[in-house]
């Protein structure tokens, strides 16, 4: 692309982002007296292996520290009061790029400080009305990749259209006929009603005994913040009309990724822009810069997409799975790109594409796989000849490091906890610092030297103190249910401590949200507090659930939702009859999609459950698609449906729509700042029960958004939560 077209194209959209200067946070740097029991994550490290940036909640809010990785000296960098959700170090060690989000809610912002806490700036996302997300860094660190939400142009603003690619590719804007359907074996499970709705909008028949149908509901189409991840846009996709514009038909939003000097001495460099986006994230840059790799597409729909940074132009497209964004790298020539990929499969494995000059795809080979397993986290030496590898293994993992540069077998690395929840390589020596979570342990960072065994860092809690004293952890039991049409179904049983062998207890149903999030053996102090007052908990992975394959994936689109509904009442009937819960007093809560879940499954099996806590969850999905955000939207439709073509899907799939058959008290549980669920679909069904005489209650958390990342907040959310539990189940 000519300067001249650049720079056009920059002053058509809104101002690229320019670093604003703070002052120093305000606070000491040293380490002030843990709160509350805490948690560290999200670990990167400096060049040289001994500090690492994480994130730790020890004052009661997430915030950025830095510590030594084999040493008790830690330091906080950013003391105000805005929970941090990434962090990455600068290749050259000069600055620590993290996330915040003011407030607490889902507009975020990128900063950057030095290492020793001065220097502190904003480099994206100082306009209230815009957020920005944080990508990689250049290999020499002198610039970092930010995406910028951008809301609508004026009315008269003019935006260019994207440059058109050679014959050989596609243009970055534009994507080809069927992208969104599903390549390769992934196929939906189940029944046959593929995208049908009733006469009456109430869908098919799902009485007792019935076929759970299910399929795509739109024509053409077959992330607790530590250990699940964080929103943002970290994928992309196109306006759902095919024209670029927004659901409504009004003009879209825009997403743009830039390269930004923090320093402020370099102009902005601009890599991608999108309209209409879901979400986008730029994952890598080649060492010569020629080429970056960008992560978009709406959930289900993942691409890899090579970008030559010249001219804005698309060399190849590859498609990739859900989960961690970090998806891959190039070699140091830019031949290579290492991609965590399921293209063409059921669960995501390595495979390295061969780039021509120009970034074009001219070969394609799997270096890495399991059979039955996702690769779920990748990870390289800074010279790119090894890579570290986390498999999911039915729900925990294994880690191993395998090189790549020789026919050397991979060597696994034993871990103390079940789960591994990020991984960055430390030092040239090749060290690994690991984010590690477990049933018997809170989130803590581990350093790994090479060779050696994991050791935890001395300023992660220890695992005496998971739980109060006197109270042991609970380590949960793995169950496979069986849905009515045959599917089998994932999930985790805790069972209360002091309970007599074979004798039924009450039982919570809990419910992951996503839905493509996925149930693991990690600690979760909610579920500790509803044991602790006698409750067991099964927390299941219905159809939609990531970890099981592509095909689970997708086997609740369109009007397989419905199947998803009945599989949590199959999965309280499974734990019913193998004797763990009592029928008597069951119990269904589950946060995001899993409030939207616990609504639906309340109004869809009254008989079934005595009461239900729904957290942040749609009522209805019409208002929720009309108050979330847009780029939320335009990813959500693409799993849901979309709110024009699928309206009488969408109303038959809302649980305001079934109100009437609710029979049982609700508490609702909301942010005050949710912008993703807006709290107006808690209120509406809390309303609505009360109106027809039943108990309900919604519990507003302030300064909260979609993620509740206050100790004080968190904690009270729990307590509130288990003495409704205790008082409407009878304990």
Not at 80 to 93: A, L, M, N, R
Request: aromatic share 6%.
């Amino acid at each position: 692309m000519a300067a001249d077209t650049r720079d056009r194209l920059i002053g058509a959209m809104t101002a690229a982002p320019v670093p604003v200067p703070l002052a120093d946070a305000a606070g000491t740097r040293d380490t002030p007296r843990p709160l509350v029991a805490h948690g560290c994550w999200y670990p990167s490290a400096d060049p040289t292996g001994e500090w690492v940036a994480f994130i730790c909640d020890r004052t009661g809010v997430p915030q950025l520290w830095t510590g030594l990785a084999n040493g008790s000296e830690i330091h906080l960098l950013d003391a105000d009061p805005d929970p941090v959700t990434e962090v990455s170090w600068s290749p050259d060690g000069r600055w620590i790029a993290y996330t915040v989000a003011p407030g607490g809610g889902e507009h975020t912002r990128v900063l950057c400080v030095r290492p020793d806490g001065t220097g502190r700036r904003i480099v994206a996302g100082a306009d209230a009305d815009s957020s920005a997300y944080l990508g990689c860094w250049t290999r020499d660190g002198s610039a970092v990749a930010v995406t910028v939400a951008e809301p609508p142009p004026p009315t008269g603003l003019t935006v260019l259209p994207e440059p058109s690619a050679p014959d050989h590719g596609t243009a970055f804007g534009d994507l080809p006929a069927g992208w969104a359907e599903r390549d390769g074996p992934a196929t939906l499970l189940g029944g046959t009603g593929h995208g049908q709705v009733g006469p009456d909008g109430s869908g098919p028949d799902h009485g007792p005994g019935a076929p759970a149908g299910h399929g795509t509901g739109v024509p053409g189409r077959a992330t607790d913040g530590p250990v699940h991840g964080t929103a943002g846009p970290d994928g992309e996709g196109p306006g759902l009309d095919g024209g670029g514009s927004g659901l409504d038909g009004g003009a879209p939003d825009r997403l743009t990724a830039y390269l930004v000097d923090p320093s402020g001495l370099g102009s902005p460099v601009l890599v991608a822009a999108e309209s209409g986006a879901a979400t986008l994230r730029v994952c890598d840059v080649s060492q010569d810069g020629r080429l970056a790799l960008v992560r978009r597409g709406p959930r289900g729909r993942r691409e890899a997409v090579v970008v030559r940074t010249a001219d804005l132009a698309t060399g190849s497209v590859l498609r990739v799975g859900d989960g961690d964004p970090w998806i891959g790298r190039f070699s140091q020539d830019g031949r290579t790109l290492w991609l965590r990929s399921d293209h063409e499969r059921q669960f995501a494995a390595l495979l390295a594409a061969t780039l021509d000059e120009d970034g074009g795809r001219v070969g394609l080979s799997v270096v890495a796989e399991r059979e039955g397993s996702d690769l779920e986290l990748l990870a390289f030496a800074e010279d790119g000849r090894t890579a570290a590898l986390a498999w999911n293994v039915r729900g925990a993992s294994e880690l191993e490091t395998l090189s790549l540069s020789t026919a050397a077998r991979p060597r696994r690395v034993p871990l103390p906890h079940e789960v591994v929840t990020r991984i960055t390589r430390a030092g040239p020596a090749g060290g690994t610092v690991l984010a590690l979570s477990g049933s018997q342990r809170r989130p803590g960072v581990w350093w790994a030297p090479p060779g050696g065994l994991s050791a935890r860092t001395p300023w992660s809690s220890r695992d005496e103190d998971a739980v109060p004293p006197g109270r042991l952890p609970v380590r949960p039991v793995p169950l496979r249910p069986t849905a009515r049409d045959g599917v089998r179904l994932g999930g985790w049983y805790y069972r209360a401590a002091g309970r007599d062998a074979g004798r039924p207890g009450p039982c919570v149903i809990h419910l992951h949200g996503g839905p493509e999030e996925q149930e693991r053996p990690v600690f979760d102090p909610l579920y500790h507090e509803l044991l602790g007052r006698g409750l067991d908990v099964f927390a299941p992975d219905v159809r939609g659930s990531s970890g099981w394959g592509r095909s689970f994936v997708d086997a609740d689109l369109g009007t397989g939702r419905f199947a998803a509904i009945d599989d949590v009442a199959d999965c309280a009937a499974h734990v019913v009859l193998d004797g763990l819960a009592d029928p008597t007093r069951l119990a269904v809560m589950g946060r995001s999609y899993g409030g939207y879940l616990t609504m639906a499954s309340l109004v869809w099996h009254p008989e079934l459950f005595r009461t239900g806590v729904a957290v942040c969850g749609m009522s209805d999905l019409s208002t929720f698609f009309a108050g979330t955000e847009p780029w939320i939207a335009e990813s959500a439709a693409h799993k849901y449906g979309h709110p024009v073509r699928d309206r009488e899907l969408l109303r038959a799939l809302s649980p305001m729509n079934r109100v009437d058959a609710l029979r049982v008290p609700l508490l609702a549980v909301h942010g005050e700042h949710d912008t993703n669920v807006p709290p107006g679909e808690s209120e509406q069904m809390v309303r609505a029960a009360r109106e027809r005489g039943l108990p309900a209650e919604m519990l507003t958390l302030r300064d909260e958004g979609h993620e509740f990342r206050r100790a004080d907040n968190r904690r009270l959310f729990r307590r509130a939560a288990a003495d409704w539990m205790q008082r409407h189940l009878g304990l």
